[in-house]
């Protein structure tokens, strides 16, 4: 609108907007000499920049922070204590910063990127316990299940181990009723061994003495042959 229609015409009112309307936000730490060294080596920064210079936060900002980071976690009852916590944290090593500062001449720096981090870093170790505390509950739940089928399998069988041993227990004592008929059988047997030995002894004699009368009666009969023959 009221414009030239030409290349260079158009080029400008682009530059001219770009001026008007872009605003580029730089954040830089001034800890160390990096700030010190960028202003003076692009004066255009200090000159043409508008520079807000954060202090370090109160700690009501500290807390609203913290809330805003933890709001997605669930803390149960906690979150209060946690976030005094942080905060009391965070107060903490800014304070002894300063007293390392005034001791030693060694300057700490703590600012609100490490509160973040700090919180950040809460978080990520909060869920990766949580994580592995789930895990190993997991893994927990699953070991006592396998205790208690265990068990269960173990009353199962310690009655079936009852149930055997009623009968083992009736069968041992048929075999040891049957070893006492079998010894007394035995005895029987002996006895009958003994008075068949002993009869067989009394044959054994008799058949040598028959043996005996009859080697005389032949001896007799061959004597009496030859007298026989003669008186014929």
């Known amino acids: 609108k009221g414009l030239v229609d030409t290349k260079d015409a158009c080029w400008a009112y682009f530059v001219d907007k770009c001026r008007s309307n872009l605003h580029v936000v730089l954040a830089m730490s001034p800890v160390g000499e990096t700030l010190r060294t960028r202003c003076r080596n ?7 920049c508008v520079i807000d210079w954060f202090q370090p936060w109160p700690e009501q900002a500290l807390e609203s922070v913290a809330q805003v980071f933890l709001e997605e976690i669930d803390l149960l009852n ?7 916590h942080m905060v009391m944290t965070h107060e903490s090593v800014r304070s002894f910063s300063t007293r ?17 981090d700090f919180t950040n870093n809460y978080k990520t170790s909060l869920v990766s316990n949580r994580s592995m505390i789930g895990d190993m509950s997991t893994r927990l739940d699953g070991g006592l299940q396998k205790l208690i089928q265990a068990a269960d399998e173990v009353d199962k069988m310690q009655v079936t181990l009852s149930e055997a ?37 009394g044959l054994t004699v008799m058949a040598e003495k028959v043996t005996i009368d009859k080697e005389d009666a032949e001896a007799a009969l061959a004597a009496a042959i030859p007298a026989l023959e003669a008186a014929a």
């Not at 692009?42 to 043409?48: A, I, L, S, Y």
């Open 165 to 201: 041993k009623i009968v083992v227990d009736q069968k041992t004592k048929e075999c040891n009723e049957l070893l006492v008929v079998i010894a007394e059988n035995r005895k029987i047997v002996e006895a009958k061994q003994a008075a068949a030995a002993e009869k067989e002894e």
């Open 42 to 48: 692009f004066p255009g920064m200090v000159n043409n």
């Open 78 to 84: 906690h979150r209060n204590a946690v976030v005094s």
């Open 100 to 116: 390392f500062a005034e001791q030693l001449k060694r300057n700490v720096y703590v600012t609100p990127k490490n509160y973040l």
